[in-house]
Each structure stands twice: as structure tokens, then as C-alpha cells.
């Protein structure tokens, strides 16, 4: 009756589980979340709880409930073989998924038992039913889920992991949790500085905890390399070599490690390992062609006649790589671009003109759409030569402002060629506004109070340029 359906669905938003953590389907590509937990399932045993708990999810946000159940039993078993004296408290989740599932095949009854299970459960646990929300298990399991809904999630992600931390502070896994949560949020702000670094530490103490996880051994190694202490990594990584030779997530990192630090042949060597284990991995198919492409700039670099047939070669198979990347994961933005810019080397230019043209459709985060701009700019200049285009997309990307070191590129791009029109003597309004703007952007307000009057001289009665050069005269 409706009357039970309102309470019971009362009762289930109470519930902590995967269905009440806000997680959207759109934020994440169903098939390849997927292939990640089956993958983690196999090598990350200790997790499995979790990772059936997600699965099920999954299978419910593609319609397929029933399979959902099969992974949540998945899940009991596991527990039963592992811990059997902690059913309640590591089955609350599991439970939790169960209640709504039945409430969505619309057997009320079965919820309604799994709601109970819940709230009984809680109350045993402690004194009041509320009490499951400090539960930090539960916080780490929410963790773990976020970190895989991908980057609008890792906020909620590190703070999940803060609070399991502050009910159990020396627990491994909570530390791992929080450590790679860290790391991914610094990712986009690039800092590679130990003072400003917020992951370092954080990884140190992780891989203190327990240095058998080879996962985050490889972390912190990336980290010390991001902070010139690259030997240092480098122990880390040929340690954890000796530990683990197959496990393909900490392969693909150590395979990172090699090709930043030069030793290609080495990188290759090593992906090539990861994906004879896991084949199908799209991120392993981009570092592959991003070997190949740093095997190719260091053949120019170092020979002044690079053999043409080595150059063809090095090229394609990158191209080979950066495409399968694509076709396996769509929503690997970055090596779109990467792909583009090989078909430049190749000077493909049309090949290269339609990949940006696709990539402007697609829907992406600001940080990626920031990159395209700034990428498309280097394309228009460079091989089409057309400096109109080119300062327009590295305005646009400007505007954008997401990522740090790509706004810094822009601006030094858009200097060189803004200053380079004016020594040719450009009278073009516009030239002058933009460089004052550059100027005033890098903090620079004496040269970009010189600019605006350059072209307020040109275009008088130009508010935008007028009402700039009033502001910088009174801020100085």
C-alpha cells in the first residue's frame, strides 16, 4: 500500500549505502568504471567488499537488478569467509544496497527486512541508530566510491577519509585512501614543491603503514620525482619491482616513473608487462604512444639527420596507441589532443583539423577544454599561420582560468606573438587592448598602462580600453 511505500521510502534515505551518496551516472562511463572494479577485484583482494558493494550499484544503474543481487551476495561471502565475527558491522552497506534494490523490484517486504537488519544492527553497535554515520568503515567505503566517480568526487573523497582517520588514525587503508585523494586533487594544481606539496606526506606516511601496497609505493615515488628527488623514488619503484613484477597498477606508474625521468626504452618495457595482464587498459595504450612520442623527440633532438624511416615508424606507432586509447575510453580527453598533435608531426594537418573539430563537440571539464584552446591556438599558429585564429583560442583559453600552468602558457604565447605584431607595426586596436591585458594579468600595470593608452590613442572613443587604463591608473 502507498502509505508503506512513503514510510519504507523514508526509511531507505536513512540508509548509508551507494544508493543514498549522491553519486551520478553521468559523471562516469558505466562500461569503464566497470572493467576497473572487475580489474581491482582480481588484484586488490583485500578491498572485495567494497568493490561487489560498487558493482552492485552499477548493475543497478544499468537496469540490471537482478545481477545487482548476485554481487551483493558476493559481497555476504566475503565477509562470512573473512570476518565472520563483524557481520553487522561490515555488511551495513551491503545491507543497505540489498533495501533498495527490493524497494526498486518493488518487493517492499524484502527492503523493509534489510531496513531492519540495518537500524537493529546500528543499535546494537552502539546506543543510538544514528551512529552509523560515524562508522568508519562506512566513511572509507564512501571514500573509495568517490575516488572512483572520477574528479568532481575527490573532495568529498578526502573528506570521507578525514573522518575515518580521526576514529582510527594508524588504520592502512584509511591512510591509503586519504593519500590518494590528496594526490589526485594536487594533480591539476601541479605543485611541485615540497612545502606547498599536500600529498607528500600524506603518501610517506601511507607506505610507512604499510609498504607491501606497491599502489601507493609508486605514488609517493611520482611525488619525490615531481620534487627533484628522483633517486630517492627510484629505490621505491625497483623495490616494489622485486615485490609485485606483475600487479599492473603499480606497472603502469613505475612505467610513468622511467619515461619522466628519460629511460623510454625501460618505460616501454614496462607497460608492455601491464598490458599483457590487463589488454584492454586505455591508459596503458596512452603511455604506450607517449613513449613512442618521447623515443621520437629524443631521435630529433639528438640527431641532426634523423633516418625518415625511424621518424615514419615512431610515428605511427604512436598514433596506433593514442587511437586504440580513444576507442577504449572516449572520455580520455588528453590524449585527443595528444592524438592531434602527432598527426602535426606527421603533418596530417586535415587528419589532425577534424580530431580538434570532434573534441570542440564533446562535453568536458573546464580544465580539458582550457588545454583544447590552448592546444588549437599552437595549431593555428604554427601550421595553419594564421595569427588571428591563434590569439582568439588563447584568449579563449585564458578566460578560462582552470588550469594554472596552462593559463601561464597561454599568456607567454600570446605576448610573444602580440609584441611580435607590434615590432612589425601593427596599428590594430586590438593588439595594443590585448597586450595591455596580458600585461596586466601577469601583474605587469606600468607596461599595460602603456598599451591601453596605445590604443585608447588609436580607437578614443573604446570604452572597454578606456575604463581598463582608468582602473590601472588608480590602482597604481
Known amino acids: 500500500s502507498s502509505i508503506s511505500e512513503i514510510s519504507l521510502r523514508h526509511s531507505l534515505l536513512q540508509l548509508q549505502c551507494h544508493f543514498t551518496w549522491d553519486m551520478q551516472e553521468k559523471d562516469v562511463d558505466l562500461d569503464e568504471l566497470e572493467e576497473t572494479i572487475h580489474h581491482q577485484i582480481k588484484f586488490f583482494i583485500n578491498y572485495n567488499i567494497a568493490n561487489y558493494n560498487l558493482l552492485s550499484y552499477i548493475c543497478h544503474l544499468r537496469n540490471s537488478n537482478e545481477e545487482a543481487l548476485k554481487s551483493l551476495q558476493k559481497a555476504e561471502e566475503i565477509v562470512k569467509e573473512n570476518n565472520p565475527d563483524e557481520i553487522d558491522r561490515r555488511s551495513l552497506v551491503t545491507w543497505g544496497n540489498y533495501a533498495w534494490i527490493y524497494y526498486y523490484l518493488g518487493s517492499y517486504e524484502e527492503a523493509q527486512t534489510y531496513v531492519s537488519k540495518v537500524e537493529n544492527s546500528c543499535k546494537n553497535l552502539a546506543s543510538t541508530a544514528q551512529w552509523q554515520f560515524q562508522l568508519p568503515e562506512i566513511e572509507a567505503e564512501k571514500g573509495w566510491a568517490f575516488l572512483k566517480f572520477g574528479v568532481k568526487y575527490y573532495k568529498r573523497a578526502k573528506e570521507c577519509f578525514e573522518s575515518a582517520l580521526k576514529s582510527d588514525p594508524n588504520k592502512p587503508e584509511f591512510n591509503a585512501g586519504y593519500a590518494i585523494a590528496m594526490y589526485r586533487s594536487e594533480d591539476y594544481l601541479t605543485s611541485q614543491c615540497e612545502d606547498e606539496s599536500l600529498s607528500f606526506k600524506p603518501l610517506k606516511r601511507a607506505v610507512e603503514l604499510n609498504p607491501e601496497d606497491t599502489f601507493i609505493v609508486a605514488l609517493l615515488a ?177 578566460k578560462m582560468q582552470s588550469d594554472p600552468y596552462c593559463s601561464l602558457k597561454c599568456r607567454t604565447a600570446l605576448k610573444k606573438l602580440l609584441e611580435r605584431r607590434i615590432q612589425r607595426g601593427s596599428r590594430n586596436t586590438t593588439d595594443f587592448g590585448t597586450l595591455g591585458l596580458i600585461y596586466n594579468l601577469s601583474g605587469e600595470k606600468h607596461e599595460a598602462i602603456e598599451c591601453y593608452k596605445k590604443a585608447v590613442a588609436l580607437s578614443p572613443n573604446n570604452e572597454e580600453y578606456l575604463s581598463a587604463l582608468r582602473d590601472l591608473q588608480l590602482s597604481i
Open 222 to 398: 611520482l611525488k619525490l620525482q615531481d620534487l627533484k628527488r628522483e633517486d630517492e623514488g627510484e629505490r621505491y619503484i625497483e623495490e616494489a619491482m622485486q615485490k609485485t613484477p606483475d600487479f599492473p597498477h603499480f606497472l603502469r606508474y613505475a612505467a610513468k616513473f622511467y619515461r619522466r625521468k628519460g629511460e623510454v626504452d625501460k618505460a616501454l618495457e614496462t607497460v608492455k608487462k601491464a598490458l599483457e595482464v590487463t589488454p584492454n587498459s586505455a591508459f596503458l595504450h596512452h603511455q604506450l604512444g607517449l613513449c613512442y612520442r618521447a623515443k621520437l623527440f629524443e631521435l630529433k633532438n639528438t640527431t641532426r639527420y634523423p633516418p625518415q624511416e625511424q621518424v615514419k615508424e615512431l610515428i605511427q606507432h604512436s598514433i596506433f596507441h593514442f587511437k586504440i586509447a580513444i576507442e577504449k575510453k572516449p572520455k580520455l580527453f588528453v590524449a585527443h589532443t595528444d592524438l592531434a598533435n602527432m598527426y602535426v608531426e606527421a603533418k596530417r594537418y586535415e587528419e589532425a583539423e577534424e580530431i580538434f573539430q570532434q573534441m570542440f563537440h564533446i562535453h568536458m571539464p573546464n580544465e580539458d577544454k582550457q588545454r583544447l584552446y590552448y592546444h588549437y591556438g599552437n595549431f593555428q599558429y604554427f601550421q595553419m599561420k594564421s595569427e588571428s585564429e591563434a590569439i582568439g583560442f588563447y584568449i579563449e583559453a585564458l
